[in-house]
């Protein structure tokens, strides 16, 4: 399906949840939590456009979704940021557009009431600091400066795949013992999804970290400057270590000791990631 040339795709876990829904008889609430998702995924685009970021599709989850963008804005501070701030802000937005007519007296019934949670729950629940939801992204953002893209991105999806067991465990312990203050089917559809969408986080960390790469090289000799760090390794350490140092937005300089803790070799990240792609993540930097 295609909205505007945008791909509009469905996750399965979020056709399982609107069945989930049906099943229980609340066709009208599945139908509000479809609508409500897609206007937090249109906060996305709109904030990603605004940046001049075009959307190739989206994907729709139980929790929200997850824009396909043309240029990779993970690991550019400030758009991540403000990106994935968006859908959250949208849903916090109209919980209190809502919940301001509700004291006025203009929109006080059931549905309502059921718009102000639902807006609750996306937004808050984005809000977690894991991946693949919003709040990783910003987690992320802060922090893969100091503590290297990658290896944050790693802790991040690590935690989420955590969540996502404690879920399906919770789900099935609530569908066990019959005593349940919500659906349990609902925690075991969200706890498979975070397992397969922290997995795929994973999968993609040094993808879109390489890429970001590029075009940082590309920022460098375009703009002539740009902030640096640096790093000292011995000569038995791995490329791939020293890749998961690496920030999106500071060059970094790679000093290698030798005997008697002598700096034998300075090292451009370029020349890292050059010997990576040539000789294997495993590769010793020794042997460049």
């Not at 609508?35 to 959307?55: D, P, Q």
């Not at 600091?129 to 990658?150: E, H, M």
């Not at 203050?181 to 969408?197: D, K």
């Not at 640096?228 to 690496?246: A, H, N, P």
Request: aromatic share 12%; proline share 2%; glycine share 10%.
């Amino acid at each position: 399906m295609q909205v505007k040339g945008i791909k509009l795709r469905i996750h399965p876990t979020f056709l399982v949840l609107l069945l989930l829904c049906v099943f229980g008889g609340q066709i009208a609430r599945a139908f509000l939590v479809f609508t409500l998702v897609i206007l937090h995924e249109l906060a996305h685009i709109m904030a990603a456009r605004g940046f001049g970021i075009k959307v190739r599709s989206i994907e729709l989850y139980p929790y929200g979704g997850s824009a396909v963008l043309e240029d990779t804005f993970e690991g550019k501070r400030k758009e991540e940021i403000i990106i994935a701030l968006a859908g959250p802000a949208s849903n916090f937005a109209l919980l209190l557009l809502v919940q301001y007519l509700r004291w006025e007296g203009l929109f006080n019934n059931h549905w309502a009431s059921e718009m102000v949670k639902i807006n609750f729950w996306l937004a808050c629940f984005n809000l977690l600091p894991v991946l693949p939801l919003d709040g990783g992204r910003i987690v992320r953002a802060f922090f893969s400066r100091s503590c290297g893209f990658v290896r944050t991105t790693k802790f991040l999806a690590a935690a989420g795949k955590w969540l996502g067991g404690i879920f399906v465990v919770l789900g099935l312990f609530l569908q066990a013992y019959g005593s349940f203050f919500y659906e349990p089917g609902l925690f075991i559809v969200l706890g498979i999804f975070f397992w397969l969408g922290s997995g795929k986080e994973l999968a993609n960390a040094r993808i879109v970290f390489l890429k970001q790469l590029c075009r940082k090289k590309e920022q460098l000799l375009r703009q002539g400057l740009m902030p640096s760090s640096s790093l000292t390794v011995s000569k038995s350490t791995r490329l791939g270590k020293i890749i998961d140092e690496f920030s999106t937005d500071r060059y970094c300089l790679i000093s290698v000791l030798g005997e008697k803790d002598k700096i034998e070799k300075t090292l451009s990240e370029t020349e890292i990631v050059q010997g990576m792609l040539e000789k294997g993540l495993d590769c010793k930097v020794g042997q460049l």
